[in-house]
Nanobody, 115 residues
């Protein structure tokens, strides 16, 4: 059974930083691409960052230069380092992967950027 467990969300002031982590269970981790998505209140879920099995990365334009996605194949985790946060980054952040044609999501972790 595939499980994705996110952690690291919280409340941060504008300009601050947070690091999210996602631990993956039930997949051959090093062979899978993973992604981070987010969903703000009243908005659709949107992609934020993606990392391939070979650690190639892609980012949404809105977070380029501020967010960094990385993976640790030993600890089976994917992380999202978020710098220079703004209120527009407030959302529930979800970890995502695919296996055998199915898409899997974590439960989400809330990030709130507010003074």
């Amino acid at each position: 059974q595939v499980r994705l467990v996110e952690s690291g969300g919280g409340l941060v002031q504008p300009g601050g930083s947070l690091t999210l982590s996602c631990k993956a269970i039930g997949i051959n981790f090093r062979l899978h691409a993973l992604g981070w998505f987010r969903q703000a209140p009243g908005k659709q879920r949107e992609p934020v960052a993606h990392i391939s099995s070979s650690s190639e990365t892609n980012y949404a334009d809105s977070v380029k230069g501020r967010f960094t996605i990385s993976r640790d194949n030993v600890y089976r985790t994917v992380s999202l380092r978020m710098n220079s946060l703004t209120p527009e980054d407030t959302a529930v952040y979800y970890c995502n992967t695919n296996r055998s044609g199915s898409t899997f999501w974590g439960q989400g972790t809330q990030v709130t950027v507010s003074s």
